[in-house]
């Protein structure tokens, strides 16, 4: 089992930015994908960008590319999404996820492993 905790969220104004960081724990997953989803009231999850523990690969969504940069810190076992610019429609709820199938989350928009979730508000 892998244990996943988001933090971080919060209220912020539009144009501002937000850190967030997902702390995982468990079994050995230096071989996992992590990656970072969203959801929005009324919408479907999706996918923002992954990483592999391994190499530092990373991939991300087209609407967050340049805006979003997801990291990761082996010694802490944290993974980070830095939010810049933020948009009223970046409003959502964060899942951090784990995956151990490559490219899964990107292909399939899921994951074996997810965090609880950290909401983000942006105002205008």
């Known amino acids: 089992q892998v244990q996943l905790v988001e933090s971080g969220g919060g209220l912020v104004q539009a144009g501002g930015s937000l850190r967030l960081s997902c702390a995982a724990s468990?079994?050995?997953?230096?071989?996992?994908?992590m990656g970072w989803f969203r959801q929005a009231p009324g919408k479907e999850r999706e996918f923002l960008a992954v990483?592999?523990?391994?190499?530092?690969?990373?991939y991300y969504r087209d609407s967050v590319k340049g805006r979003f940069t997801i990291s990761c810190d082996n010694a802490k076992n944290t993974v980070y999404l830095q939010m810049n610019s933020l948009k009223p429609e970046d409003t959502a709820v964060y899942y951090c996820?784990?995956?151990?199938?490559?490219?899964?989350?990107?292909?399939?928009?899921?994951?074996?492993?997810w965090g609880q979730g950290t909401q983000v508000t942006v105002s205008s």
């Open positions: 996820a784990a995956d151990s199938r490559p490219r899964h989350m990107v292909l399939f928009n899921g994951a074996d492993y």
């Open positions: 990483i592999s523990w391994s190499g530092g690969n990373t």
């Open positions: 468990g079994r050995t997953f230096s071989t996992y994908e």
